[in-house]
């Protein structure tokens, strides 16, 4: 990474009226914020806390407005988002080929809201991309740390719940069911924050093949599990798994993993009943919908019904545009709701997006193109990923960051 003596000039604002410092400093703030918005949506959930508004999204607006305004400012916005703005609209407004405005009351139930969440990623990727290379590492190194420091914290909070059993730091807060996220409100959003840090740590022990960073991989693994989501579990199952099958030279380790897999085929139904015996809760569901209803969470269940839901709602135009309400129907499944809310424009832009972002960049790095691959399979089975904006700026900052450690 080569930086010359006008870009360090920039940073220090001797020939630039842009100060980094202060945008690297609203930055900051402004995660830090998201983190306390976070801890405000818990309590009010818990009914500890009320407020007339939420502060959560009066941050993530005033930040996503901020966004806007520098990169118009920096005349960076993307002419694909402006497309994408617009088969939104044409989405939600046409039905049987004729405009209706009755249908206005769609966008103030939230679609507008979930399109403005699914835009967070691709700006936030544009925001950064408008630094020098010496800003944009502090940026994300800056970034980077704070989450780090926070989940950290968070951890600190979940083991204290789980100890002690503290209902308000519960992932499935008044119920029985095990799992602790701290201060997070939904625990899938937890398990995404998770990914790329385990990643990461993992890219690290496999570089410099530290103590320090095997103790905190096993660390962060054995915490992760405390949020009681399956997604987790299959995550660091998956991910480890392939990283010892691909990524080591010890036959040994080799052949414990593919022990351990064959051992999961065949026994996957003592398994799966051993479990359910202890968590209630997935005994029900065992019963209801069998082991894959149980392993997708019913995800299988909500996937036919977005299928039955175009079918039965749909006009011909929607099959290219979409036009789900996501806040009447959401399939859990990332790519199926994306087509849903967002049609082929949507599915385009973000694959064309993730490719070129995170894919191209990484190219000659097989371990983080593992790694995407591995989230990428996960998102899918599990959605909700892209609209979730602490996630996806983290997951960015993660990626962003490591590439431009290394090169």
């Not at 806007?68 to 939600?92: A, D, P, R, T």
């Not at 769609?106 to 950064?128: A, D």
Request: proline content about 2%.
């Amino acid at each position: 990474m080569e930086i010359n003596k006008r870009e360090i000039q920039d940073f220090v604002g001797l020939k630039s009226t842009f100060k980094p410092n202060i945008t690297i400093a609203i930055s900051s703030i402004s995660v830090i914020l998201l983190f306390i918005g976070e801890l405000l949506a818990k309590l009010k959930d818990a009914e500890l806390y009320s407020a007339p508004f939420s502060f959560s999204r009066i941050i993530k607006a005033a930040l996503f407005v901020y966004f806007v305004i520098f990169l118009l400012n920096k005349k960076k916005i993307s002419l694909s988002i402006c497309v994408l703005l617009i088969s939104f609209l044409i989405s939600q407004f046409i039905q049987n080929k004729l405009i209706s405005f009755e249908q206005l009351h769609i966008l103030e139930q939230g679609n507008l809201s979930f399109f403005l969440r699914y835009m967070y990623l691709p700006i936030f990727v544009l925001y950064i991309t408008t630094f020098s290379d010496i800003v944009k590492f502090k940026l994300l190194k800056t970034l980077f740390f704070i989450f780090k420091l926070l989940l950290y914290f968070n951890i600190i909070l979940m083991l204290l719940g789980f100890i002690f059993e503290i209902n308000l730091f519960k992932s499935y807060t008044f119920s029985n069911r095990f799992g602790y996220c701290g201060i997070f409100l939904h625990p899938g959003d937890l398990s995404y924050l998770y990914m790329p840090l385990i990643a990461l740590i993992l890219y690290k022990y496999h570089e410099y093949r530290k103590l320090i960073d095997l103790l905190e991989l096993f660390f962060l693994v054995l915490s992760s599990l405390l949020i009681g989501t399956k997604i987790i579990l299959v995550y660091n199952v998956v991910l480890l798994g392939v990283y010892i099958i691909v990524f080591t030279n010890q036959k040994i380790y080799k052949f414990l993993v593919l022990t351990f897999l064959l051992f999961l085929i065949v026994f996957y139904k003592t398994i799966t009943i051993f479990f359910a015996n202890i968590f209630p809760f997935w005994q029900n569901i065992l019963k209801e919908g069998g082991f894959i209803t149980l392993l997708s969470s019913r995800r299988n269940e909500l996937f036919f019904k977005g299928i039955e839901n175009i079918r039965n709602n749909w006009s011909p135009i929607n099959y290219f545009f979409g036009g789900s309400d996501l806040m009447t129907f959401n399939a859990h499944s990332e790519f199926l709701d994306l087509y849903l809310f967002l049609g082929i424009p949507g599915l385009v832009f973000f694959i064309f997006f993730i490719f070129r972002e995170f894919f191209v960049p990484m190219k000659k790095d097989k371990l983080l193109i593992m790694f995407l691959i591995v989230f990428l399979i996960i998102i899918t089975l599990s959605g909700n990923f892209l609209f979730t904006i602490l996630p996806s700026i983290f997951f960015a900052i993660c990626i962003k960051y490591q590439k431009m450690a290394k090169y």
